[in-house]
């Protein structure tokens, strides 16, 4: 049994160690005897549907967005949404979630077309404000960021967040679950990320996987379906994995965080 991770834009979509992701899925896979074949995507290298189970892809400022935007779409895209609809997973971190989402608009205003795999938009905040990023304070003034935590079904997940795009889903579009601390999406609907079919977008960094194994588990359970039906995956002795999530969670919410005090008072 085993299953091929298609990590996306390595070299340059990797911000905030994203790139722990990957190594959390594999590891987890080895450590249960379950093999795990990490394909490198960078640009130029197109998608075979058939061959990838689970996609990775981490987080970039806007300048890194723009250099693989182009080929995402054109050289990536029909074999990214051919995965999908057959049931691939995805696990897809703030730029790399952004781009697959129907557009973002960077902070000097210009589109980025993205995949639409999920049913959202984005636009970074200066672009909304018309703020100019002249100055660290003004460039700062426009970002989430901070610790983030979020009720995914019956589970908290958490990480921190750093994105000036506020993403917007549409109507119809499932959020990944309800934020208990930070801004999440767009600071405003109370909503992070989003998910269609097995694929997950989300603005949790850390990177998210280590601290958050029950999520872990979830995608390699997603990334083996297809092949090999639903598996059950063997326990693992987590104990540093809860207690480093327990800890976030408990200092991320113990302190509101600036979002959390925003949202009492609705969104400025
Ligand atoms: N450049 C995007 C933004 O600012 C994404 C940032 C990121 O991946 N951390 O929103």
Not at 35 to 46: D, F, K, N, S, T
Not at 126 to 154: E, F, H, M, P, Y
Not at 200 to 214: E, F, V
Request: glycine share 14%; proline share 4%.
């Amino acid at each position: 049994m085993k299953i091929v991770i298609g990590y996306l834009y390595p070299s340059v979509m990797s911000q905030y160690g994203d790139l722990g992701n990957v190594i959390t899925i594999v590891r987890r896979c080895h450590w249960r005897g379950i093999g795990a074949e990490v394909r490198e995507l960078e640009i130029g290298e197109p998608v075979d549907p058939g061959h990838i189970d689970l996609f990775l892809v981490g987080g970039g400022a806007d300048t890194h967005q723009r250099l693989v935007c182009e080929d995402l779409l054109t050289v990536k895209g029909d074999g990214i949404r051919r995965a999908i609809d057959a049931g691939a997973a995805a696990f897809a971190v703030c730029a790399g979630y952004q781009l697959w989402g129907h557009y973002y608009r960077t902070a000097t205003g210009e589109d980025l077309a993205g995949l639409g795999v999920f049913d959202a938009h984005t636009i970074h905040r200066a672009a909304q404000t018309g703020t100019r990023l002249d100055t660290i304070a003004r460039a700062g003034s426009v970002r989430a960021v901070g610790n983030l935590v979020v009720k995914w079904g019956d589970q908290i997940l958490v990480g921190f967040e750093n994105h000036g795009g506020r993403t917007y889903l549409h109507p119809g579009a499932r959020p990944l679950g309800k934020i208990l601390a930070g801004r999440g999406n767009n600071s405003e609907d109370g909503w992070e990320g989003c998910t269609y079919k097995n694929a997950i977008g989300t603005y949790l960094h850390g990177p998210a996987l280590p601290k958050n194994p029950r999520l872990a588990d979830h995608l390699i359970r997603t990334a083996l379906r297809r092949h090999h039906g639903d598996v059950r995956l063997a326990p693992l002795d987590d104990t540093q994995e809860n207690a480093a999530h327990d800890r976030a969670a408990e200092r991320s919410l113990a302190r509101p965080s600036r979002g959390k005090r925003l949202w009492g008072q609705g969104v400025g």
